[in-house]
């Protein structure tokens, strides 16, 4: 990739959008702006994933008139990236309610991403419409029961992706469900307590502001099952902003869209996307880094915003 | 004396025909305007709405964040509505239907026919 001077960078992730690269290097995780992964970074035994959210293709409005194009332009940096990430986790809302055909854009796109592999996690948007049967048609096979939860270990990491929008309750909050949670436990359970632990979903596994459903009502077990892990990073995605938390070894981690920005909790009226000009909207894509360290050291996070 | 009454009965009866025209055209317009449902910032408007049985009722969703019009009991579900889609449904049965975005459950309404 060609050098380019920080102001530069910026102004291209601002009308780019944006994906994190996070990086293991001997079981701690940090995470770069995914233009900002440089060969220095690729210690010995480290290595690189990135996460994509939200994308909502099919979205068409005043903060995005093209939100298939933001993506591909994500994409692109995500190429350009040395070393290529080893996989690529996709933490749900790929369509806008699913539009007809969003799924083959989405597909369409992200085939063209130069890593080994993409994760997915469901999104309410990518569901509602017929209970997950298109979404589990594509993406279930090789989960567990063909149900879109999954689990994997990468260079001694473990990670964990949880399906949280298939059991929507009255408030409209993200569920587990007692099958899950009970997969979860017997799937941790082997594991020793240093094993660096990663778990993605698409609403968020802590309260971020239940009276606008960004928390999953059933969270709290999964989260006790994992308490006993020397780190474990939580990565969701619903909110499109970034938002993080740490409560003793669990970091928690809330990534922006690559299509549209929402407001920040309770700032308006409803959620949904903020209407703003394009210009303002990319402004607020942003950039962050943030550096993990396990144990009880706080979280390091850098958000750069245009402006 | 008598044109006079011939003159005053037949002024009535042109007031009782004015009347019935009027009547006849207030039904025409309501029918030609079925009630519509707006949904917007996340919430149906009105989110209670009594119709005569026989109504169709439209749902517009103005947000650009996709709504859902589901019936709590399957009665009818529309798919998903952005940017100004319509949902329209026509009620035959009396009853109180409620219904949710199944999106956002916590988004409700109520429509009464009757």
């Not at chain 1, 291209?12 to 701690?28: F, K, Y």
């Not at chain 1, 068409?60 to 591909?72: C, I, M, P, R, S």
């Not at chain 1, 077990?221 to 006993?228: G, H, M, P, T």
């Not at chain 2, 079925?34 to 169709?56: M, R």
């Amino acid at each position: 990739m060609d050098r380019i001077d920080r102001r530069g960078f910026l102004e291209c992730m601002a009308w780019a959008g944006t994906g994190v690269v996070w990086i293991a290097a001997g079981g701690v995780l940090s995470s770069r702006l995914i233009t900002d992964a440089s060969a220095a970074d690729a210690a010995a035994g480290s290595f690189t994933f990135v996460q994509i959210s939200d994308t909502h293709i099919g979205f068409k409005g005043e903060a995005n008139k093209d939100a298939a194009a933001t993506l591909q332009q994500v994409v692109d940096r995500v190429n350009g990236l040395r070393p290529a990430p080893a996989f690529v986790l996709h933490t749900g809302d790929q369509t806008h309610g699913q539009k007809a055909g969003a799924f083959d854009t989405v597909a369409e796109i992200l085939k063209t991403v130069k890593t080994e592999r993409i994760f997915y996690v469901p999104g309410e948007h990518d569901v509602f419409l017929d209970g997950g049967k298109e979404y589990l048609a594509r993406y279930g096979k090789g989960t567990v029961d063909d149900r879109g939860w999954q689990s994997f270990d990468y260079k001694g990491t473990h990670f964990v992706g949880l399906v949280n929008v298939l059991k929507y309750k009255g408030e409209g909050m993200g569920s587990l469900g007692d099958e899950q949670l009970e997969w979860l436990e017997k799937d941790v359970a082997p594991l020793s307590s240093s094993t660096p632990i990663v778990v993605f979903s698409h609403v968020p596994l802590w309260a971020v502001y239940p009276q606008w459903g960004w928390t999953t009502e059933d969270a709290e077990r999964a989260l006790v099952s994992l308490r006993r892990f020397g780190s474990t990073t939580v990565l969701n995605g619903h909110i499109h902003q970034v938002l993080r938390k740490v409560e003793g070894n669990i970091s928690f981690h809330t990534a922006m869209s690559t299509a549209f920005p929402q407001p920040a909790p309770g700032s308006a009226p409803a959620p949904g996307p903020m209407k703003i000009p394009e210009e303002q909207a990319r402004r607020m894509i942003g950039v962050t880094e943030v550096a993990y360290v396990p144990g009880k050291h706080p979280l390091a996070v850098v958000d750069s915003t245009l402006g | 004396m008598k044109d006079d009454t011939r003159a005053l009965a037949s002024y009535r009866r042109g007031v009782v025909a004015v009347g019935v025209v009027t009547l006849l055209i207030g039904a025409q317009a309501l029918a030609a305007t079925p009630p519509t449902i707006g949904i917007k910032e996340f919430k149906y408007g009105p989110s209670i709405l009594t119709v005569p049985v026989g109504t169709t009722v439209t749902w517009v969703n103005h947000d650009e964040e996709p709504h859902t019009v589901t019936s709590g009991t399957g009665a009818f579900s529309s798919a998903g509505l952005v940017n100004d889609d319509t949902f329209v449904q026509t009620f035959t049965k009396p009853g109180t239907y409620q219904y949710f975005c199944a999106i956002h459950p916590y988004m409700k309404g109520t429509l009464v026919v009757k």
